[in-house]
């Protein structure tokens, strides 16, 4: 009886670990992902990130201050985007990331939002 409720108690623990833990992990690896995106689409070229890149448009903190939702709208319609803050950076984002598979779409979101 001791024996079960041991097994049983350790196999619950061992669960909650499990499922605390594999969020962030999940987490963690689609933002490794969209680092990769990120770096596939030379986003380099018109954009810095810890000081690599075209320091022109860093990103660094960039995850503190745009919510998920306007950094996807920023990847996906940066025209709308830049009218609705009212963004005069040259040249402007091209339109051609929303062409992008939503999976990466959200990897770069992922990505962008880690950079805190």
Not at 22 to 43: L, S
Not at 45 to 57: S, T
Not at 60 to 80: F, H, N, R, Y
Request: charged share 20%; with cysteine; net charge positive.
């Amino acid at each position: 009886m001791i024996t079960t409720f041991v097994t049983t108690r350790i196999s619950r623990i061992v669960a909650l670990s499990l499922a605390v833990g594999v969020a962030p992990v999940a987490v963690a690896a689609q933002a490794e992902r969209g680092k990769e995106v990120y770096a596939a689409q030379k986003c380099q070229v018109c954009h810095a990130i810890g000081g690599v890149g075209n320091k022109q448009l860093p990103l660094d903190g960039v995850g503190k201050k745009l919510t998920a939702d306007v950094i996807k709208q920023w990847i996906v319609s940066p025209v709308e985007a830049a009218k609705a803050t009212n963004s005069s950076k040259k040249p402007p984002m091209p339109a051609k990331y929303g062409a992008l598979p939503a999976a990466d779409i959200d990897a770069l979101v992922a990505y962008m939002q880690s950079l805190k």
